[in-house]
């Protein structure tokens, strides 16, 4: 059961283009991440989202949490080269014991 | 200093046979996981472990078993190995008795069963 669904799956633009990438449930979770991955290497955490509404800065990255915590986005400015990878959205439930992560978006960005 | 590391890298087996992954973290994190990623990139749950219980997907094969020797360790043992084993396998590990739930990853072990 994949309990997040992120769109697009595969994502291709140019450098200086911005772009959202979606990440969508039916369930609510008490926080949601997200992480970039590079080819050969595990995931790293960018952020964590914990308050529905919030809206965080990194940079060129805003990622915002969905009011009734079931969905986030986030939105890159300015794309670069460096931002190539795949993104990943992970959402935390109550009670449970492990993260749940989205089907990925993976992110080309074209010099 | 890696925070978790896991060795091997890439490892190349015949069906059948037995193998480990090991996995150690410096962090002092509480909790330790273990995810596949299948071709597809999609991460899921095998395992998750801290000092108190051993939490198994339902739909992990009993050919893998997770060992945890100590608090900073979860290797991962898979018996009698199949095609359908070969993926990336992640150790991961949180500290969820702080309250915080990002996850620190290894850099994965590709297994290829041939």
């Known amino acids: 059961t994949q309990l997040l669904k992120q769109s697009p799956q595969f994502l291709s633009i140019q450098e200086g283009e911005n772009l959202t990438v979606y990440c969508n449930s039916s369930?609510?979770?008490?926080?949601l991440q997200w992480y970039r991955q590079e080819p050969g290497e595990g995931p790293v955490l960018l952020v964590t989202?914990?308050?529905?509404?919030e809206v965080k800065k990194l940079k060129r990255l805003t990622f915002q949490f969905g009011d009734a915590r079931k969905d986030s986005s986030l939105h890159i400015t300015a794309a670069q080269p460096g931002d190539t990878g795949l993104y990943l959205c992970?959402?935390?439930?109550?009670?449970?014991?492990?993260?749940?992560f989205g089907t990925g978006t993976r992110l080309t960005v074209i010099p | 200093d890696t925070a978790v590391s896991q060795t091997p890298k890439y490892l190349v087996t015949q069906m059948g046979n037995d193998k480990s992954i090991k996995c150690e973290q410096n962090?002092?994190?509480?909790?330790m996981y273990w995810y596949k990623q299948d071709s597809k990139k999609f991460l899921k749950i095998m395992f998750s472990?801290?000092?108190?219980?051993?939490?198994i997907n339902e739909t992990v094969p009993n050919r893998f078993s997770p060992k945890s020797p100590d608090k900073a360790h979860l290797n991962l043992h898979i018996n009698s190995l199949e095609l359908g084993d070969s993926a990336v396998y992640f150790c991961?590990?949180?500290?969820?008795?702080?309250?915080?739930?990002?996850?620190?990853f290894g850099s994965g072990t590709r297994l290829t069963v041939v």
């Open positions: 991961a590990s949180s500290d969820r008795g702080q309250g915080l739930y990002g996850y620190t």
């Open positions: 369930s609510v979770f008490s926080s």
């Open positions: 989202v914990v308050t529905g509404g």
């Open positions: 992970a959402g935390d439930k109550t009670g449970a014991n492990n993260l749940f």
């Open positions: 962090l002092g994190h509480d909790t």
């Open positions: 472990y801290n000092n108190k219980e051993l939490i």
